[in-house]
Structure formats: C-alpha cells, structure tokens
C-alpha cells in the first residue's frame, strides 16, 4: 500500500504505562493511513491527541488540566483560521467517556483503548460533531493491529529503533481490591502466536533486537501450539527467541501467581530472556495482600522469588508497591519496608494508594493522607538503598550493552544492561545498533557506567540497507 503524502499533522501525548506508549504508536500507524505525519509540539498540529491513564486520580487529573491548556491553543488557532481537533484515548477515555463530554467543551473526540484502528473515520466524522468511541471489542483491536504493524515502520518515516514493545495481552481478570484494569481494560484476551510472531518477524526484519511483550496481567498470556496444545507465556518466549536478529526478550508486567513452572524454566534455560523481572507484590503484610484481594501470601511471594531466582541466578527483580491501602496500620506498613529488604530489589515503583471510582477499595475507610506521605517518603528510602546496593553489586561485573541513541555528553553513548538499567560509556555512535560485552565500572543512583570490553555482536543492516 502507497502511504499518502503527509498533509496533516498530529501530536499525541502519551500518559501512564508501556501498553499506552505501544498504543501511540498504533495510533500514530493508523493516523499515517490517512495522511497524519506525527509532530513533537501541539502548536502545529491539526489533531492533538491525549492518550491517558486512569490508574490513580493525580494521573487522570492531569488530563483535565492539559485539556486546559489545548482549549486556549484551540481558540488561538481558530482566531487564525486554522481548525484543531483535540482527541482524548486511554483508559480515562474509557472510563469517564460522557464526564469528559460534559466537564471539557473542547474535546472534539473521546476514543477507547479498544477503538484506535477506526482513528482515521472517527477523527473524521469528529470534524462534523463530537463523537464518542467506548465499546469493548478486544479481538477486534488485534485483528487491526496485525494489519495496522503489517506496514514497515520505517515507510512512516520513524527513526530507527533497537528496542520495542510488543503486545501480546490486554485486560485482567485479578480484580485486585484497588485497581480500575479490570474496568477499563476488560477482561484477560491473549493476541495468537502466529499473530505475535509475524509481528516480532516484522520487528527484527527493521532492525530491533530487544522485544518486550506487553500486557497488563502478562504472564497469564495462553495460545495454542501448532499442534493444538495449550502454550503459557513460557513456551511463547521459547518460539519468539527462534526469529533470527531478535536477541534478547523481555515481558511486563506480572502477577505472582500466574508465574508457572514453564516460565521459570525459561529463565532458567532461555539466554535471550534477560534477567530481569517486574513482579509488584503491592504491600508485605499478609493483612493488607487479602484485604487488597491479591490472593497469595507474603510467604508464597517469596518463595515464588526463591524459585526464580534458583533458576536465574543474579536477576534483577523490580516490584510495585501501594502505601496506605484502607485500613493499613503502622505493622503492615512495617512489613512492606521488610520486604524490600529481604527481596532486595534492584527497583521499585511506589505509591500512594488512590481511591478509584467503582473499585471495592474506594468504599473502604481511607488512611489519612499526611500518614499515606509520610509512609511513601520512608518507603522510598527502603527502595532507593535498596537500588543503590543492587547497582553497586554490578560494578566490575561484565554486562551485554544494547546501546539505543548517544548520551547526553559528547563521545556517549548509552544502551541497556541486561537488568534494564541504562549503561553510559564513551564510544562511537556507529556502535549504537550492536550489543557489546562492556565492563561495568561504577554505579549512579539510576544508571551504571562502563567501558567498552573486546568483542562484538555487531549492528545487522537494517531491511532497506540489506534489500539495497
Ligand atoms: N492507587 C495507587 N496505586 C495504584 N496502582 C494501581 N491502582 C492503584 C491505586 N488505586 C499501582 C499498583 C500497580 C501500578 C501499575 O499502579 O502498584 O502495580
Ligand atoms: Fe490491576 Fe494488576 Fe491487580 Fe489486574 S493484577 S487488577 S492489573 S493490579
């Protein structure tokens, strides 16, 4: 297919989590369709559009803010004759579809997650009267991704990439006590092999070498074998590890309990699957994690660690934690602060619990919020030392860089370890593309740094290079 001349512009800004940054970018391949080349500022763009986050109320109240602001850049244009069409998608458009409508006049379109591969008509039929698309037909929105990733990305003129997403999974099933997923991702449907390992085919023929699969309850991912058998996420990394030029593989995010004897295995046996490994527990204390309806132990969460890290010694392990859950005393909150230490993570992301409309929790009497800070800052320190002693761990270790763009300073340029944290060393930017055995040398706060070591697992001619 001819993509048109680009004659309009879009700028989309993405909130919250990886699966939203995948959906951009279906997005802005949707919008290429029909003749949208993306643009980093609102300023020139025809199309704003908003991809949100509904996770906590900070995250969906930024959008209304924004909103604020594209209003004022709406009139500023129309005052010069120019007509800008601003669209809301993710999850907020999802769950307050009809409140955006009411409260924000200069919303043009409100889009859900499920809806981006008909962006070109709705974007047009917006421009006749504001539209709302909400409905929830997830096999529906795989059957457009498999078209909509099937162009070569590079035909939409994007810069080369060494490192993408991958999504292989949307929903959940889990109805953890605090979380709106269930409610604006619906239910758990996993994208087919075949259809996720034409698209990982496509991602290394354009010259990426590191997949991460996406999903927000990843690891509960099932398709069938080639010989009708039941395939886990463990057997699918086993497949995707067989595409030549893709070298390493990642996944995110997972629920404990859906970690499977097939997928521990494969860190154990499978080298392109980096050690590393985002596994949230939430809080430490076995009180809270029933409250929270996160249907496992503290007990049964490390022994789940113990077993994979039995199977890949050295692997990095991230987690998510919610301080201040309803009815958290100041001994469960000490069991969280435990639990950082006795898991020793290499990262963490925490956070204040948030009430969200229509979860269990919200209903629930609600810690006040000056002890919910008080017990994030103190949590954070737990959290930060713990990073701290992980990343000193690596220095004079050697570590596979998979260098993606250069540094902020001249002559660096910075990749990826193993453990997902950023490497900086001084080298060539032709070097950016290749994985290189370096020696890592001292350890910052968030990233690592490291020389250059002998050796190379070179950068593979890109498709245009190689059919040229
Ligand atoms: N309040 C605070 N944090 C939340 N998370 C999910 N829902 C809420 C909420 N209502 C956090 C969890 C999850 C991460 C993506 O966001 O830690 O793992
Ligand atoms: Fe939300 Fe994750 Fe719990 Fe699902 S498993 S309800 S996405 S926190």
Redesign the pocket.
Known sequence: MKTPDPTRKVHIRTYG?QMNVYDSERMADALAVAGYAPVDSPESADLILLNTCH??EKAAEKVYSEIGRLRALKIRAAAEGRSVTIGVAGCVAQAEGDEIMRRAPAVDLVVGPQSYQRLPDLVAAAGRGRVVATDFAVAEKFDALDRMTARPRAALGATPRYAAFLTVQEGCDKFCA???VPYTRGAEVSRPVAAIVAEATRLAAEGVREVTLLGQNVNAWRGEGPDGNDLGLGRLLFRLAEIPGIDRLRYT?SHPNDMDDALIAAHRDLDALMPYLHL?V?SGSDRILAAMNRRHRRADYLHTIDRIRAARPGLALAG???VGFPGETEEDFADSLRIVDEVGYASA?S??????PG?P?AAMEQVPEPVMAGRLARLQAAINASQARFNASRVGEPAEVLFERTGRHPGQIVGRSPWLSPVQVDGDPALIGSIRPVTITAAGPNSLFGTLAGGVRGPRPLMAEAAA
């Open positions: 989590c996770i906590r605090f979380c709106v995010t949230p939430q998510d934690f919610i992301f956070f204040k619990y948030s009430p969200r979860t929790a």
